[in-house]
């Protein structure tokens, strides 16, 4: 039993590329570049991510990858009292595989105003099928862990299109996918919320419904820090209301706008060096199915 909650703990905390992309000594490189990243020394980080660019750069979208992407883009849904909007949105396409990445840039996140990141970075995966045209299967970004859409989920985004419904928490922006409820994680003592459930291996609904207990009692982090001036400090609803995910935030807007896409194995460094003015928390890069 602990040998497999060590097992299952592994594949949820994943590091920031889980899987290979483009040539070994750029991989290492990247690897430590994303690492400076974390540290939040940027120049340093930038100049390696540069590096690798000037070795492997990204390649522009051809009208067909426009198309796919598109296709397969999210639909995200929020609750009604989301207090953070999205502020920017990328994609990047897998040069060798049927697999695009979805990246949400949110305003900030409610527990962390002194974090020195200007927005709340979160994401997913899409892989298809070239021929039918259709999604095999996706995947979310969630507090360091990888959910994977059940069946169902993947089913609903057949039949709309081909764009997966991501389900968004108030304020947090952990992305999940439909049938979240039943989908299992391991808690641990790095989750802000880890006095409201049992630090083991627990229902996403669990998870869910003691962040919910910590937000509505307790509050957010950092309650007087003067970066949060006119944030919520507590979620005022009640369960129902922190679980009706009914706001659409369709991101095929903010992509209209800004035209972020890029053909690469390098997401972070392609965010970094070609898309975003401002600071962002590096995350996985790819999600092997």
């Keep these: 039993m602990i040998l497999a909650l060590l097992l299952l703990l592994a594949q949820q905390r994943v590091g920031t590329q889980p899987c290979a992309c483009g040539p070994a000594d750029l991989s290492r490189v990247n690897s430590e570049a994303v690492t400076i990243h ?3 020394s940027l120049d340093a980080a930038s100049a390696l991510y540069t590096k690798v660019l000037k070795a492997s750069p990204p390649a522009d979208s051809t009208p067909d990858q426009m198309r796919l992407a598109r296709r397969f883009a999210p639909r995200i849904y929020t609750t009604r009292t989301e207090p953070f909007p999205l502020k920017d949105f990328a994609i990047i396409l897998h040069p060798t595989e049927p697999l695009i990445t979805y990246h949400f840039f949110w305003e900030d996140d409610i527990d962390f105003p002194d974090d020195n990141d200007p927005c709340d970075h979160e994401l997913m995966w899409v ?8 999604v095999t299967g996706y995947a979310t970004y969630f507090h360091g862990r990888i959910l994977v859409a059940p069946k169902e989920a993947v089913d609903d985004a057949n039949r ?22 039943k989908l299992e994680i391991i808690a641990d003592a790095g989750d802000v919320e880890r006095e409201f459930y049992p630090n083991r291996l627990i229902s996403m609904e669990q998870y869910q419904r003691g962040t919910y207990q910590k937000l509505s009692t307790l509050g957010r982090q950092a309650q007087d820090s ?4 006119g944030w919520p400090v507590k979620f005022s609803g009640s369960w129902q209301d922190f679980v009706n995910f009914s706001r659409l935030v369709d991101p095929l807007k903010w992509l209209d706008r800004s035209g972020y896409i890029k053909v690469s194995c390098w997401n972070n460094a392609v965010i970094d060096r070609h898309f975003l003015l401002y600071n962002f928390r590096p995350k996985t890069e790819w999600w092997c199915p």
């Design 38 to 40: 974390e540290r939040r």
């Design 226 to 229: 003067p970066l949060s001036r």
């Design 127 to 134: 892989r298809y099928d070239p021929s039918s045209g259709k």
């Design 160 to 181: 709309n299109g081909g764009r997966p419904r991501v389900l968004t928490q108030w304020g947090k922006h952990g992305s999940m996918p439909p049938g979240w409820e």
